[in-house]
């Protein structure tokens, strides 16, 4: 899967998860604690719509790796190329 | 008999409400529980619900109307003798049983007696009608172009590009600021706190979160929530409401949960009966409650019903703070960032993850006597997460 196809789909998991939040502010490389006051809901919130739009498990330990768009993608790139 | 339904107090400085939408029709019947109307405060937007089992006799009010407390909106003809006025707050012994989530569009139609009264719920993010209000625009004018229909912020902006301005939720800070105002004149607080050794829940948490699917995991703050639910049963003083200048202690136990809001202010709507429920059970209602509580989809009963409060900063906050009480309640309990720190156990200095909880109690009903214990009581409970 393209990099701009996975970008594209956590951003819509984003705004799904947290309807409140303008998709045209996201700054990927930000925290998304520091940019939209994410808490551990939200962070739950965003794993179990990325365990299911892409079929990965996402362990909790790994939530971590959730904290910004562009960590959530190079997460999900690594998932998915680890499954092949 | 016939009884009045009538606009609740969802809040100790609420003055009054915007009736946004019926969701029931005359000679609809509603049961208790069921989501009759929509009302707009600064907390967002209510559903309000039926005290009582009857069918809705009458609309007084109009959408769009701004009515005050205790006015009244509808007129319920009730099955039982002996009806709690529709629209009160809630008794903290009675509330309504939870019901589902209310579906984004139940298929209402509109009515000949009242044209657009009735009309089927159309979904509008709350950042967009935060927006629109702002920027007195008719949210009837907007076409949404999100999922199904939803209205979104940048549906509201494209409308009013010239006039653009940065969001201020004025009115709800207003709100805050008056009822913490009023806590702070009215109620002498005193302040405890005590630092608890995190990591057995912590590791039973990390058990229970490796056995089960993600959406079935549990987060930090559920233990807390379930902790003081237990203890506040158990302790006296701390639960329930200081009305008519005495207090007036509660057997149902419904914790507030303090959820902050994107870009400012927060509410504290309640888990009802939160010390009968088990973990899961509470981890399923308080996702739930903070979806909705974000989406802006609250119900009468969960804001009018608290009996406490639990304030939890997050992962990411400093270690202490000192809350400010929420009027009626005489009590709220607040938990720092859990952190590594020094500790020692057993005359050993070890590191562990400590949580930081604090108590602000309310001296016309408790001391610091009571309130220790209250607390210890808390930290004793989340030493054995596995009987909560």
């Not at chain 1, 970008?7 to 409140?20: E, I």
Request: with cysteine; proline share 7%.
């Amino acid at each position: 899967m393209e990099n701009k196809e996975i970008a594209d789909r956590l951003l819509a998991l984003l705004t799904d998860v947290a309807p409140d939040i303008d998709p045209a502010t996201v700054v990927p490389e930000l925290r998304l604690s520091d940019q939209f006051d994410f808490d551990s809901m939200d962070t739950l919130h965003f794993a179990i719509a990325i365990s299911r739009e892409f079929g990965i498990d996402v362990a909790e330990r790994d939530y971590a790796q959730l904290a910004s768009l562009a960590g959530a993608c190079g997460y999900v790139q690594s998932k998915l190329a680890a499954r092949g | 008999m016939r009884i009045d339904f009538r606009m609740p107090a969802l809040g100790a400085d609420m003055e009054s409400g915007t009736l946004t939408q019926w969701l029931k029709k005359p000679g609809e019947r509603v049961r208790r529980g069921d989501a009759v109307a929509v009302v707009e405060t600064t907390k967002g937007l209510i559903d309000i619900e039926a005290f009582d089992d009857g069918v809705l006799e009458e609309l007084v009010a109009q959408p769009g109307a701004t009515v005050p407390v205790g006015a009244v909106l509808a007129r319920i003809a009730s099955d039982s003798a002996s009806a709690v006025p529709a629209g009160l707050p809630a008794a903290p012994e009675r509330p309504p049983a939870p019901t589902s989530p209310p579906s984004a569009s139940p298929a209402v139609p509109s009515t000949a007696a009242a044209p657009g009264a009735v009309a089927s719920r159309r979904r509008i993010s709350p950042a967009a009608r935060r927006r629109a209000h702002e920027l007195s625009i008719d949210l009837a004018s907007v076409a949404g172009r999100g999922p199904e229909g939803l209205v979104r912020l940048e549906d509201v902006e494209r409308l009013a590009e010239p006039a653009l301005q940065k969001p201020q939720r004025t009115g709800m800070r207003a709100t805050i600021g008056a009822a913490m105002a009023r806590s702070k004149r009215e109620i002498p607080h005193y302040y405890l706190a005590h630092s608890v050794d995190f990591s057995a829940a912590r590791d039973w948490l990390s058990g229970f979160n490796a056995s089960v699917p993600v959406d079935e995991r549990l987060i930090d703050g559920v233990l807390l929530i379930k902790a003081v639910a237990r203890a506040v049963s158990e302790i006296e003083g701390f639960n329930g409401h200081f009305l008519d200048g005495q207090f007036q202690r509660s057997e149902a136990v419904h914790v507030g949960a303090a959820i902050a809001l994107r870009g400012g202010g927060l509410v504290a709507p309640a888990l009802l009966d939160a010390n009968h429920k088990d973990v899961k059970t509470l981890m399923r209602e308080f996702s739930d409650l903070v979806t909705r509580v974000r989406g802006g989809h609250m119900r009468s009963s969960e804001l009018a019903s608290a009996t406490i409060t639990v304030t939890n900063l997050g992962s990411e906050a400093v270690e202490l703070l000192f809350p400010v009480i929420n009027p009626p309640q005489v009590a709220i309990v607040g938990a720092g960032a859990i952190a590594e720190r020094p500790w020692v156990r057993d005359g050993v200095l070890c590191v562990r993850p400590a949580l930081t909880l604090t108590l602000a109690g309310d001296h016309r009903v408790t001391d610091g006597r009571a309130g220790s214990r209250f607390l210890r009581r808390i930290g004793e409970l989340l030493a054995d997460p596995a009987k909560l």
